[in-house]
T-cell receptor, first 119, second 115 residues
């Protein structure tokens, strides 16, 4: 089956530092990856859509200069939380699409998530 | 917000009982999916039901979809302690040919199955 990994699985950093999270599709190519954020006991909120070779598309209310996304290859997307603050502490989850032609019935495969704690 | 609502928010049952979770959404959809999330982990895809389908089965899972009421239900039969997790519905609205689908997640139901 399609496997998506994330690295690191957890990170603790000081306020003001930047943190990079990687999302990799291990056994398939993903032209599109998504980044979600999840607060404790809440649902997933889509932050941005990452397309290989082009700029990411951010959802309303998500600061693109705060959350930098780079989709440099068909198997890797990175999310960098710049100048992190305690309110950025959250569970960040990525997903990758296993494209089946041009069908809109794409299946999203989710990574295991990265827990970010900003002190 | 286009986020769907799920109820109940939390459900506690004993092993062997059935668990039913409901999901309501707001916009027209292409399909609806159910996911499972163990505490602090990623999501596991359970089942997808298309907008032209009314019911689908997969093992102990049964999903129904009523597009006229914009609602879906997930039934887990003969529950086990290992089914303890949070369950989310997610709707997929058609974005256009060649455009990747975006999922909108419901608020989730936390299921606790006790021995």
């Amino acid at each position: 089956g399609a496997v998506v990994s994330q690295h690191p699985s957890w990170v603790i950093c000081k306020s003001g530092t930047s943190v990079k999270i990687e999302c990799r599709s291990l056994d398939f190519q993903a032209t599109t990856m998504f980044w979600y954020r999840q607060f404790p006991k809440q649902s997933l909120m889509l932050m941005a859509t990452s397309n290989e070779g082009s700029k990411a598309t951010y959802e309303q209310g998500v600061e693109k200069d705060k959350f930098l996304i780079n989709h440099a290859s068909l198997t890797l997307s990175t999310l960098t939380v710049t100048s992190a603050h305690p309110e950025d502490s959250s569970f960040y989850i990525c997903s990758a699409i296993l494209r089946r032609g041009l069908s809109s019935q794409d299946t999203q495969y989710f990574g295991p998530g990265t827990r970010l704690t900003v002190l | 917000s286009q986020q769907g609502e799920e109820d109940p928010q939390a459900l506690s049952i004993q092993e062997g009982e059935n668990a039913t979770m409901n999901c309501s959404y707001k916009t027209s959809i292409n399909n609806l999916q159910w996911y499972r999330q163990n505490s602090g982990r990623g999501l596991v895809h359970l089942i997808l039901i298309r907008s032209n389908e009314r019911e689908k089965h997969s093992g102990r899972l049964r999903v129904t979809l009523d597009t006229s009421k914009k609602s879906s239900s997930l039934l887990i039969t003969a529950s086990r302690a290992a089914d303890t997790a949070s369950y989310f519905c997610a709707t997929d609205a058609f974005q256009g040919t060649g455009t990747a689908s975006k999922l909108t997640f419901g608020t989730g139901t936390r299921l606790q199955v006790t021995l």
